[in-house]
Nanobody, 119 residues
Framework: QVRLVESGGGLVQPGGSLRLSCAAS????????MAWYREAPGKQRELVASISSSSTNYADSVKGRFTISRDNAKNTVYLQMNSLKPDDTAVYYC??????????????WGQGTQVTVSS
């Protein structure tokens, strides 16, 4: 069974920092890319950042403040979030494009972790 488990969310004051983690587990053959999305109340889910073997990509709203990184040995992706703003408040979801040892390639989601930026 494939799982993506996020951690690191919480309540932080404006200007503060948080680090999200997402670990993939299961019979994984290869992880092509991993990403973080977020969904704020009343808004559509949006891509925050993604990382593949060759590149990273960021939403304009987080460029210069967030950094995505990956530990391939641990099948884990991180999102370092600095200079947080109230507009960053959302449920953050981990996403991975993976191939299983059985040969199937699919897109998987974590359960989400709440990030709240408020004074």
């Amino acid at each position: 069974q494939v799982r993506l488990v996020e951690s690191g969310g919480g309540l932080v004051q404006p200007g503060g920092s948080l680090r999200l983690s997402c670990a993939a587990s299961g019979r994984i053959s290869n992880i092509y890319s991993m990403a973080w999305y977020r969904e704020a109340p009343g808004k559509q889910r949006e891509l925050v950042a993604s990382i593949s073997s060759s590149s990273t990509n960021y939403a304009d709203s987080v460029k210069g403040r967030f950094t995505i990184s990956r530990d391939n040995a641990k099948n884990t992706v991180y999102l370092q979030m600095n200079s947080l703003k109230p507009d960053d408040t959302a449920v953050y979801y981990c996403n991975a494009d993976m191939r299983m040892t059985a040969g199937y390639r699919g897109n998987y989601w974590g359960q989400g972790t709440q990030v709240t930026v408020s004074s």
